[in-house]
C-alpha cells in the first residue's frame, strides 16, 4: 500500500472532506497538521509553492488538494496509486 501524507488545518472542509474519502477507502495516511506562519507552513509553501490546505501526498508525489484527489478517485486512478482494489 502507498504512503500517503496529508497537510491539514482543523478548520479546513476540504481537509475533513480529503480524510473522509480516504478513511472511506480505509487508507492509513499521516496527518500533518499545521498553522499559518508555522515551521510546518514554511517547509509545506516551500516544497510545494501552495499556500492552500490539504496538500496531499502519494509516495512523496505531490497530489494537490481535495479537487485533485477527488479527480482521481472518479477517474479510477486513485486506487491504482493508493495500491488497493483490483489493479490488473
Known sequence: MASVKLYTTA???????AKAL???K???YQEIPIRK???EWSE???QTRMFTVPQIFIDEEL???F???RQLDRSGRLDRLL????TA
Open 37 to 39: 506562519g508555522s515551521e
Open 83 to 86: 495500491g488497493i482494489g483490483d
Open 22 to 24: 480516504l478513511d472511506s
Open 26 to 28: 480505509e487508507v492509513e
Open 44 to 46: 509545506l509553501i516551500a
Open 63 to 65: 497530489v494537490g488538494g
Open 67 to 69: 479537487d485533485e484527489l
Open 11 to 17: 478548520w479546513c472542509p476540504y481537509c475533513h472532506a
